[in-house]
């Protein structure tokens, strides 16, 4: 029979294992004891750089340790997506935020892209107005197209007014909007065609009109129609006119003797 072997840890050993423990606690302890050097706040444009070390409470000195539960903290002011921080060994930390944009302002609200309702602290210069009650559902789906606008084009637009189709006592289009341009034109646009506006300045620079009007981008057509304001006023006073005419009574010739 084989004899059993009995291994003795050697004292030499034990030291290395003790040794590992050790750097590792003191790695610990380090990463745990490091503070912040260095800020960068990346992303924001509509939230200052204060609201957000003092929402997350983050400074120079602070434990990089204690930087983990501050995401949420950043993520609940009023613009914020979402929050990412990133720090390393030096002490520099980097946040970047991820900011909702404003679609429109209602009344004391400003609607965001991530549908969102905020009463702003302060006001920003260009946001677009919606002048009159528009029904929660439509709204909701109008909202969620409105964000796909790029910037630039939504940034043209001063008011907006929720102008359903309706001719008689039949609505012909109940998502239809009429947004008045900073450019002095208005569009009518709808929610099912509302990519058409990304295009508004290339179409306006094709009309070369001369005058300002109306442009209609509510049709599926691939047509685009453009009508001035002088031409609509014109068409506006023949009809006038004409029911006018209509109203008058009718002559009759006197009986005769």
Known sequence: MKKKVKRKLSIKGLLVVILGIYLLCMVVYVIYKMPVKLIIVKGNSLTSENEILEASNISKGTSIWSLLGKKNKIKALDYV??????????????????????????????????????????????????????????????????????????????????????SGDITLDSERFLLKMNDENSVYINIVNIQKLNRYKEVIATLKAEEKGVLYLDSNSSNTYFETYDKILSDREEKEKEAETDELPNETAGDSE
Request: proline share 5%.
């Open 81 to 166: 997506n979402d929050a990412k921080i990133r720090f390393n060994l030096l002490g520099k930390v980097t946040i970047d935020i991820d900011e909702a944009r404003i679609l429109y302002a209602y009344e004391d609200e400003y609607v965001l892209s991530n549908g969102k309702k905020i009463v702003p602290k302060t006001k920003v210069l260009g946001v677009p107005t919606l002048i009159n009650f528009c029904p929660s559902e439509v709204e909701n789906r109008f909202i969620d197209r409105l964000k796909t606008i790029d910037s630039a084009v939504l940034k043209m637009v001063s008011e907006i007014k929720y102008d359903p189709d309706i």
